[in-house]
């Protein structure tokens, strides 16, 4: 990585000014071929700052990405290790990331939030209380079974053993 403080390009490697120029265009030869190494070396100097500014510029998007992706993961309770697993070219927004999810979150095991619980605390205990209150009540099919059983009973005895069977 490069030191912001440093200084890329030697001024005196650079100072082309006029006296230098008409030099140039009045004798050929070494002063033109000076000015072509400076020019040559400017280039290759800001070719090189340059590579080094895409690459700090490449390492950032890629931090800020996957830092991104991790926050939107753990806020939603996910594994963050999934982001490696997120394409490159889907948006950073948190619904970008939702909507990646949802089409993609049963691979690794998340819940859709259509496919989530929703069922409320209280509407939870009723459902226990009515579990309760039914358990040792007879099914309809049950009740029918009895009346049928009652009504094809030979006898006394057999009417009391369908009876005593179901518990009456």
């Known amino acids: 990585m490069s ?3 440093q200084d890329w390009l030697d001024e005196e490697d650079f100072d082309l000014d006029d006296d230098d120029m008409e030099e140039t265009t009045n004798t050929r030869g070494r002063n033109n071929d000076d000015v072509l190494k400076k ?19 490449e ?13 939107v993961l753990t806020e939603k309770g996910i594994n963050p290790k999934v982001a490696k697993f997120i394409p490159s070219d889907i948006d950073l927004s948190s619904d970008g990331i939702n ?3 949802t089409e993609n979150g049963d691979l690794f095991g998340v819940a859709s939030p259509k496919q989530q619980n929703t069922v409320d605390d209280n509407d939870l205990a009723v459902f226990r209380q009515i579990s309760e209150a039914t358990s040792g009540a007879l099914s309809p099919d049950d009740v029918n079974d009895v009346f049928s059983s009652i009504d094809n009973a030979q006898s006394q005895e057999e009417l009391l053993n369908i009876l005593y069977a179901n518990g009456a």
Do not use: G, P
């Open 39 to 57: 020019v040559r070396r400017a280039e290759r100097s800001k070719d090189k700052q340059l590579k080094e500014l895409q690459s700090e510029l």
């Open 99 to 101: 909507n990646w999810l």
């Open 3 to 5: 030191n912001n403080n």
């Open 59 to 71: 390492a950032l998007r890629k931090f800020q990405r996957e830092t991104t992706i991790s926050q």
